[in-house]
């Protein structure tokens, strides 16, 4: 290695450092044994993968074989977001919203129910409808693995299987949306 690309790697490595960049790690989820109950199947696999690979905790396919239960349902939506003069839809809003919770197999609550709610804005055009059926999807399926991703940091935040009174995980609700735009 010559001298001025070790001096290139030892800079490259010394920035990244400073700026807080650091690798998600190894997790260390309270439960060993998690099921999985609702949520889409790309949205469950990503979790599966997620938590299975990053840490040692397994998803079993029996609610009796789990230390824990996670419930997620998920909801999406369309909405207008910006129209032109003649009154045709320029932009849409897409909604994702995924609501979830964690209970103990004794049915102590470890995430009481929360949500994660995330939204995008796409433009749209009749002459190409078919590339925004498409550029739809994949938008909605970055907001999955956004919210999946989001998920399993907090997963995390479960320290004990048996929380005392108040130092259980608090739930967590999106803030209140801003109005729709006046027309």
């Not at 949520?39 to 979790?47: E, H």
């Not at 999406?76 to 197999?105: D, F, H, I, P």
């Not at 995430?111 to 749209?124: D, E, G, H, K, V």
């Amino acid at each position: 290695m010559t001298r001025r690309s070790l001096l290139t790697l030892v800079l490259s490595v010394l920035m990244l450092s400073a700026c807080g960049f650091q690798l998600r790690g190894q997790q260390d989820y309270a439960f060993k044994r998690l099921y999985i109950s609702g949520g889409s199947p790309a949205a469950n696999a990503r979790l599966t993968r997620l938590v299975q690979g990053g840490s040692d905790t397994v998803i079993v396919s029996s609610q009796s074989n789990a230390d824990a239960t996670l419930q997620i349902s998920e909801g999406r939506g369309l909405s207008t977001l910006t129209l032109n003069s003649l009154g045709v839809v320029e932009e849409y809003q897409m909604n994702l919203s995924m609501n979830y919770s964690l209970t103990a197999k004794d049915g102590t609550v470890l995430i009481p129910p929360s949500a994660i709610a995330l939204n995008r804005a796409m433009t749209y055009s009749d002459q190409y409808s078919q590339a925004k059926f498409s550029e739809a999807d994949i938008l909605f399926n970055d907001m999955e693995n956004d919210a999946i991703d989001q998920l399993t940091r907090r997963l995390s935040i479960v320290r004990s299987m048996h929380p005392a009174p108040g130092q259980g995980a608090p739930a967590i609700w999106p803030r209140a949306p801003l109005p729709p735009p006046p027309l």
